[in-house]
C-alpha cells in the first residue's frame, strides 16, 4: 500500500513540476499563409477578367484611373490597398524638363516634337515641358526627362555641372536626353560615361535606323514610335534616310543601343541610348544636333519625328494609373498579365496590407 501510495505522490508532483514548466515555454505558431494566397489569387483573378473581358484594356487606353480603382476595390478585400503600374510602351504623360533652357530653346524643342497632345495606339499621349533652373531648383518629382538643349549651360558643360541631379533623376527610373555636337573630349568625359559614347573620327551625316526588327535592340522600339507617329508602317522605314545630321565621330559600336548609324563598315552614331546606368536605373538619349532652320522641310521633318520617338522611349515605359499618388509599402506583392492589344504591355497589380 505504501509503495502505490509513493508512485501515485511521484505521478502528481512530475505533473506539478510540468506544469510549472509551461511557464517558460513559448509556443511556435507559424502562420498558414493562406490568407497571403487568397489575396494574390483574387489580385490575379481580377487582372485576368478585366483583360479577358475587355475592361483592363479599355481603362488603360483612356487613362481612366477611376473605373480601373473602383473595379479593384470591389474585388480585394478592405485590409488592403493597391497601386497599378503600367510598364512596355510610352507614358501617358511625358514630363520635360528644359534644364537652363531659354525661351528661345523651350520654343524650338516644342517645334521639333508637335504636336504635343497626339494619339498612339488608340492611347492619348500628352507632352509637357517646362523650363527650369536646376542652378537653384531641386528636379520635380514627376519629371520624366531632362533635356539639355546643347551641352553647354551658363558657359559650362551642362551635363558635369549637373551631373550629381542627374544621377538623382536616373536613379529614380527617369531619364536625359542630350542634343548637341560632340567632340573627342566630351565622348571620352562624363557625356561618353552617361551616354556610352567612344570615339573615332567623324564621318558622313546620313544615317539610318540601326535594326527594325530585332526586339532587344532600342532602335526596334523607337522605330515602332516613329511609325505610328509618322502614319507609317515599320517596313517603310526601310527607306527612310537621315540626312541632315552635322558630322559624327561617335562610333557606332557592336551591341543593342545605337538608335540611328551610318551604313558600311566602321559606322557612326548619330542617336544613341543607354539604360541601367545609376543604380539599374535610368535611361539617356544622345541625338546629334542636324540642320534646324526650317522644320517644314521633309528632311528636318524625318529627324524632328525621330527625335520625338527617341523621347518616347526616354519616357520610361513605366507609369502608374492611380487616382491619388501612393507608394506601396515595403512588404507587398505584385502580380501581372501581358496584356496583347495594339500594343505589348505589362500591367501589374501591387497590393499591401493596410494593417498588419
Not at 212 to 222: M, Q
Request: aromatic letters at 10%.
Amino acid at each position: 500500500m505504501k509503495g502505490f501510495a509513493r508512485i501515485f505522490e511521484s505521478i502528481i508532483a512530475s505533473v506539478v513540476i510540468l506544469t510549472s514548466l509551461t511557464f517558460f515555454l513559448v509556443p511556435n505558431i507559424k502562420a498558414s499563409g493562406w490568407e497571403d494566397a487568397t489575396i494574390q489569387t483574387l489580385a490575379q483573378d481580377a487582372l485576368e477578367s478585366a483583360y479577358l473581358n475587355g475592361t483592363l484594356t479599355r481603362y488603360v487606353n483612356t487613362d481612366n484611373v477611376t473605373s480601373l480603382y473602383t473595379l479593384m476595390s470591389q474585388v480585394l478585400p478592405k485590409s488592403v490597398d493597391f497601386s497599378i503600374e503600367v510598364s512596355g510602351t510610352v507614358n501617358n504623360i511625358i514630363n520635360i524638363v528644359c534644364v537652363d533652357c531659354t525661351d528661345d530653346n523651350v520654343t524650338e524643342l516644342k517645334t521639333m516634337l508637335i504636336p504635343l497632345d497626339f494619339s498612339y495606339k488608340d492611347r492619348n499621349i500628352s507632352i509637357r515641358v517646362q523650363k527650369l533652373s536646376l542652378a537653384i531648383n531641386d528636379v520635380p518629382k514627376d519629371t520624366n526627362i531632362l533635356v539639355f538643349f546643347g551641352k553647354v549651360v551658363n558657359g559650362a558643360n551642362g551635363i558635369k555641372t549637373y551631373e550629381t541631379k542627374i544621377n538623382s533623376t536616373l536613379s529614380n527610373g527617369g531619364s536625359v536626353v542630350l542634343l548637341s555636337d560632340l567632340t573627342q573630349q566630351d565622348a571620352q568625359g562624363v557625356i561618353g560615361n552617361m551616354f556610352n559614347l567612344s570615339w573615332s573620327n567623324p564621318a558622313s551625316p546620313t544615317s539610318k535606323f540601326d535594326d527594325l526588327y530585332d526586339g532587344r535592340k532600342v532602335s526596334h522600339n523607337v522605330a515602332r514610335y516613329y511609325a505610328n507617329t509618322s502614319s507609317k508602317n515599320l517596313a517603310d522605314l526601310s527607306t527612310v534616310d537621315f540626312t541632315v545630321f552635322h558630322q559624327s565621330g561617335v562610333i557606332a559600336d557592336s551591341d543593342l543601343k545605337n538608335i540611328a548609324k551610318s551604313t558600311g563598315a566602321n559606322s557612326k552614331a548619330f542617336v544613341r541610348a543607354n539604360y541601367n546606368i545609376v543604380n539599374s536605373n535610368g535611361r539617356s538619349v544622345w541625338i546629334n544636333d542636324y540642320t534646324r532652320t526650317d522644320h517644314n522641310d521633309r528632311f528636318t521633318k524625318t529627324i524632328d519625328n525621330l527625335t520625338k520617338a527617341s523621347i518616347m522611349w526616354a519616357s520610361g515605359e513605366k507609369f502608374k494609373l492611380d487616382i491619388i499618388k501612393k507608394e506601396p509599402a515595403p512588404v507587398n506583392f505584385r502580380t501581372g498579365i501581358l496584356v496583347f492589344d495594339k500594343d505589348v504591355y505589362t500591367v501589374e497589380l501591387i497590393v499591401w496590407r493596410i494593417y498588419f
